[in-house]
């Protein structure tokens, strides 16, 4: 039993560090989170030691009486979690992620070749919801299915539920994807629903990021129009990293009547082997802290925190795409002041600042995104309020205009752009302030005295 920091001090220094650096920088990566010490606990814990493939009572392998118990009450915790009746709705909390939860619900829904039509990903969209170029098909839900993806009007930055009922009505497509990665709105559900079934369609709705703002009710919810639902565990949900696959269990002989045992299917055996027993225990904790009052007050800061960083990013009179946000994150187009994603970023990384460039709907060019995302979900973990976010937006307003100097004297290219910033003094007297600021809240799971100075 010898500990981490005596077996391995060269990959315990790095946790270490990457604690550190987690403590000392503004988390702003939308799709990221701060899980609490019990989430790490299970996730750490003996079950990791366990294969268990198949399903409560139905397992490949001996010794899974506990394990039973504990994916059980996983799957009550997440069916209770997002107000569902046990009736009507099953779930698999085996996916390993939300790519795997995602290409498995594409699997139990589909044959080959069969058409989909998802938000592009240069609009806000996901990968795995049928991710192509021009050139080639990126995705495996590309590779194996026929995409058609949808877009945002870069006008209003809404998605256009006009153009994508035109296009359903040329491509009948098999299934629709809602659901994204970087969208600041919430979503028409009615209208999709209306669109999916005019074909024969089914519906599915990928709420990896923003699934803790609906189970608190803060985002509508998909599950009364949807036949699917796939989220990750590990975003605003703030479980371990994991998917969750619900299905409707319809009528038989209806499109919906078959859902459960096609979906369990398409997890184990199609896509995946033993589940991950460490991870579910962990995702059974997260949800039972999502069904609290104090996850309700973090889902309504969450969205009263990303609101507070776009009124401040608009009052110094910079655009965000669709004009601001109603859920937990904002799309900041850096384009009418002359910057793009990549140079914003790495800048920001340079100031402890972290958060990744984006595409902007309209940009010209994907290696140049026109813009950045920034989520409020882990800051919020971490206690801070509006007014904490008026100050975080203050520093981003401060790195865009450090940027904007940097990039005059430098000239367009990023790797000046860089050399240029590592010459320049007011950067590291801003990341001091930064770091200063990020300093004072407190991280879960972790005690700042336990690095040395
Ligand atoms: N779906 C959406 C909307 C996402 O944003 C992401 C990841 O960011 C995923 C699916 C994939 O999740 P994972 O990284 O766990 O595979």
């Known amino acids: 039993n010898v ?12 946790i270490q560090k990457e604690k550190w650096r987690q403590f000392s920088c503004l988390e702003l990566i939308a799709s990221e989170n701060f899980t609490s010490q019990a989430v790490m606990e299970a996730n750490g814990s003996a079950l990791t030691n366990k294969y268990s493939e198949g ?3 139905a397992r490949f392998y001996g010794g899974n009486e506990h394990i039973d118990v504990i994916e059980n009450l996983c799957r009550t915790r997440a069916i209770k979690a997002f107000n569902l009746n046990s009736e009507e709705w099953g779930v698999n909390v085996q996916p390993y992620s939300g790519t795997t939860a995602n290409f498995s619900a594409l699997t139990a829904l589909l044959s080959p070749h069969d058409r989909i039509m998802g938000l592009e990903l240069a609009s806000g969209g996901h990968l795995t919801h049928g991710h192509q170029t021009a050139k080639k098909k990126i995705s495996s839900s590309a590779i194996y299915f026929e995409s058609f993806p949808y877009q945002v009007d870069p006008d ?11 296009n359903a009505d040329a491509f009948r497509p098999k299934l629709i994807i809602c659901g994204a990665s ?6 028409d559900y009615a209208r999709l629903r209306a669109i999916a079934d005019k074909h024969g369609a089914y519906l599915m709705a990928d709420i990896a990021h923003i699934s803790g703002l609906v189970a608190t009710g803060e985002q509508s919810s998909p599950f009364d129009l949807c036949d699917v639902v796939t989220t990750t565990t590990h975003k605003t949900l703030r479980g371990p990293r994991a998917g969750l696959l619900f299905f409707h269990k319809g009528e038989k002989g209806t499109l919906r009547g078959d859902l459960e045992e096609r979906c369990n299917f398409a997890v184990f055996p199609s896509n995946q082997g033993g589940p991950h027993n460490n991870t579910i225990a962990a995702v059974a904790v997260a949800l039972k802290q999502v069904a609290t009052p104090a996850f309700k007050e973090y889902a309504q800061q969450v969205r009263k925190n990303a609101k507070a960083v776009a009124d401040t990013l608009l009052k110094h009179g910079y655009k965000l795409a669709s004009g601001g946000t109603e859920n937990h994150l904002v799309l900041w187009d850096l384009r009418p002041i002359n910057l793009n994603g990549n140079k914003m970023e790495k800048i920001c990384d340079a100031l402890n600042i972290t958060l990744n460039k984006n595409s902007i709907a309209g940009d010209t060019s994907a290696f140049v995104p026109g813009g950045v995302r920034i989520g409020a979900p882990a800051l919020t973990s971490r206690s801070l309020k509006e007014a904490d976010f008026v100050q975080v937006a203050e520093f981003l307003h401060e790195a865009a205009q450090l940027a904007i100097k940097i990039q005059n004297t430098s000239g367009k290219l990023i790797k000046d752009f860089v050399a240029a910033m590592e010459k320049e003094p007011a950067v590291e007297e801003l990341r001091l302030r930064v770091q200063n600021f990020a300093t004072q809240f407190p991280m879960p799971g972790f005690d700042p005295s336990s690095i040395p100075a």
């Open 55 to 57: 399903l409560p009572g």
């Open 182 to 187: 970087a969208y600041p709105r919430d979503w």
């Open 156 to 166: 209003t930055g809404l998605v256009d539920y006009e153009k994508l009922a035109q």
């Open 3 to 14: 500990p981490l920091e005596q077996e391995d001090p060269e990959i315990y220094d790095l």
